[in-house]
């Protein structure tokens, strides 16, 4: 492969909280539409996704304290959960999704995430299979 060729990205999935609040105090107005998950969703999905990236909504993340909360998945890599998102932050999120998504084992250096990534990250999860070295304990 020469260095003008373009690697091709993994698939990877984002997912959104679609029943995710504010932290704020509860709003009478609040309903499925207006809640800050499904506008994150619906700002993620406006255009086209990445290609090889699949955005999809899901329930609770358990994540409720934290606003809007992403994870990235996908394959052998390891997973990022993500919180105190904002919906105005779709932009911030699929550039880490992007970032994520080039990475082979979904692990992005820290000074090359979003900012609000580096500053919100909820969980790392190890991908299925791990390899079998084990770090000194």
């Known amino acids: 492969m020469t260095k003008t060729e373009e690697v091709p990205l993994a698939d990877a ?7 995710c609040k504010s932290s704020a105090p509860a709003d009478p107005t609040d309903n499925d539409e207006t809640r800050p998950g499904v506008r994150l969703y619906a700002a993620l999905t ?3 996704p990445p290609k090889g990236l699949r955005i999809r909504a899901v329930e609770c993340l358990s994540n409720c304290t ?3 909360t992403v994870a990235l998945r996908g394959g052998d890599r390891w997973s990022y959960v993500y919180g105190n998102i904002d919906p105005s932050q779709a932009e911030t999120v699929l550039d880490g999704a992007a970032r994520y998504q080039a990475a082979a084992d979904g692990l992005v250096p820290w000074r090359e995430r979003p900012e609000h990534f580096r500053k919100n990250c909820i969980a790392r999860i190890p991908p299925l299979t791990l390899p079998e070295e084990v770090p000194n304990v």
């Open 66 to 68: 934290r606003g809007c």
């Open 46 to 48: 406006a255009g086209t």
């Open 13 to 19: 999935e984002l997912l959104v909280c679609v029943t």
